[in-house]
């Protein structure tokens, strides 16, 4: 960062190239002080125009996401641990699968906590949160959370409370005695959305418009809420589509139980009446029997999802259930995802 700083804070505003030369490879540039800049066609090709980066192979929203609904479980994405643990070409095919798909198994997963959390570090690093790190835990309320009871939980995402929620979760059930139930189900958000805005438009446009106010304020000396309020959906602003509608989805924050009061509007108190019943549309939408991947979790097989994407939630249960997973960030993920299926060269070149 002193570098540039140095660089930047030297820069005459008034100066001028010395030397302009055109080549096969690009453009050469000879500065006052003697130095040449060497710019590829490629890049400079790329850099004219802000909407050129977005389409790169290697952006993280680059359109190569396949939407689904119930029908994807007769063909689930999945790979063996073996050979994810083996190389990282295995860990940038089960990456590629997680971003496509926006889930993954891992089939053959030593029923182990140990094991599956070496897993989960050969994408990144654990995240912490105030759950701790990895976590290996069963239905004790230990931490007032619903998720540590044996109640049915609707379709959610993790983390709506954090300016920057996790971007993956792992779930790996270690075993479930004496009881029955506990059905997982994952709904795809994205597809979940699309739905909502090819049925109404005006529904979809109020949650990625209105902020919510999020929180996690359960347990005693703990409140917390994100730098600002998101709505349900988030898009990517792009100056140069101004309609929400043309703009690409990224992130999914669905969780009544984390949710506040919406504001109401100052004049009317239509807005909010206006949320709502977008809301309650979306709701409809995502615990529609064809929207939702069923399954029932087993020891041995892990599954990891895209926590921006991704809903889960689960039957309730009897019994004893342990389960172990964590977090990872989205950042770090999608740059373990960049440098496990490009060399490096080609990341810089896409990037810089």
């Given at each position: ?111 182990d906590p140990d094991k599956t959390q070496k897993l ?114 988030n898009t990517l602003y792009e100056p140069y589509q ?111």
């Amino acid at each position: 960062m002193l570098r540039w700083k140095l660089l930047i804070g030297k820069v005459v505003p008034s100066i001028m190239p010395q030397e302009v030369t055109t080549e096969v490879s690009g453009l050469n540039v000879t500065w006052p002080d003697g130095h040449m800049s060497v710019y590829p066609w490629k890049w400079l090709y790329r850099h004219r125009d802000s909407r050129k980066l977005k389409s790169t192979i290697l952006s993280e929203t680059a359109d190569d996401t396949v939407y689904w609904s119930s029908e994807i479980e007769n063909n689930a994405p999945s790979i063996h641990y073996d050979e994810v643990m083996a190389s990282d070409k295995g860990v940038g095919k089960w990456t590629s699968m997680i971003k496509k798909y926006g889930f993954c198994y891992v089939d053959g997963c030593p029923v182990d906590p140990d094991k599956t959390q070496k897993l989960l570090e050969r994408i990144a690093f654990i995240r912490q949160t105030h759950y701790g790190g990895f976590y290996d835990f069963t239905s004790d309320l230990m931490l007032k959370d619903t998720a540590y009871t044996t109640e049915a939980l609707g379709p959610h995402t993790d983390n709506t409370y954090f300016t920057d929620p996790s971007g993956l979760q792992m779930f790996h059930l270690l075993s479930h005695e004496e009881g029955t139930g506990g059905e997982s189900f994952f709904v795809d958000g994205f597809n979940a959305a699309h739905a909502l805005e090819r049925e109404d438009p005006l529904k979809y446009k109020q949650l990625c418009k209105t902020p919510v106010p999020w929180h996690a304020s359960g347990n005693k000396g703990m409140t917390i809420t994100p730098a600002q309020s998101y709505p349900v959906l988030n898009t990517l602003y792009e100056p140069y589509q101004d309609k929400i509608e043309a703009r690409t989805l990224y992130q999914v924050r669905w969780n009544n139980a984390d949710r506040g009061v919406i504001p109401i509007e100052k004049r009317t108190g239509t807005a909010v009446a206006l949320w709502y019943e977008a809301a309650r549309s979306f709701d409809t939408i995502l615990k529609r029997k064809d929207m939702q991947y069923r399954v029932q979790l087993e020891p041995g097989r892990a599954i990891i999802f895209d926590n921006w994407r991704v809903l889960h939630a689960r039957e309730a249960f009897t019994g004893k259930r342990r389960m172990c997973g964590g977090y990872i960030n989205r950042d770090d993920w999608i740059s373990r995802w960049r440098n496990t299926n490009w060399e490096r060269q080609e990341v810089l070149n896409e990037i810089l």
